[in-house]
């Protein structure tokens, strides 16, 4: 009987009550954030592709202008897929309590779900194969010149670090989806 962690464990758990209120409104925080998501990613995707159509007809290599075709349909694919697995529905305003909250967990199981595979459902082996073949022939002269191969390291360095920074941001965004879907979910148990 003495030992806390024993006395702290064996506590009853009080059941999670969420007003219809409470719910409404955090659907309307989660449909404006993931609409707001959309539209930035959606601005971003038509700069990127303007950007990529402009190089595209400066660029006379071969290999270069192939890397930047597959980009420009990645960057069309990235906006249609971020639409279709981000833009949150509309639940209507009369809707009871128990629909509610069934009809949002499921809006942030498809959010949930879109992340967890997001190297698929955005493409993203499809960007990186892109820029491959468009910096491909820029290393292969500067393998060449080794003094060039340097000035390629600060872009791979960066790259490690986006890399390592999605990664911990990808899991904390999952982790933070799961634990209210698992809210919702003791919610709604009886």
Sequence with gaps: MNDPQKIWQDQP???IKMSLEEIRRRMQKFQT???LTVVAQFAIGLV?????ALTFA??????????LGVLILWILYFIYATYNGIW????????PLNTSVQFYCRELEKKRDYNRHIWRRSGLPFCFVGMAL????????????PRLLLNTMPFFTLLVIWFIAFYFTRKRRLQKLQREIDELKALSEP
Excluded: M, N, Y
């Design 33 to 35: 954030k993931g609409r």
């Design 58 to 67: 400066k660029i006379h290599a071969a290999v270069s202008r192939i890397g």
């Design 134 to 145: 468009l910096i491909l022939p820029g290393l292969i002269k500067a393998l060449e010149a």
């Design 13 to 15: 758990t009080e059941p």
């Design 88 to 95: 949150p529905a509309k639940l209507a305003d009369e809707t």
């Design 48 to 52: 990127l592709l303007v950007f990529f």
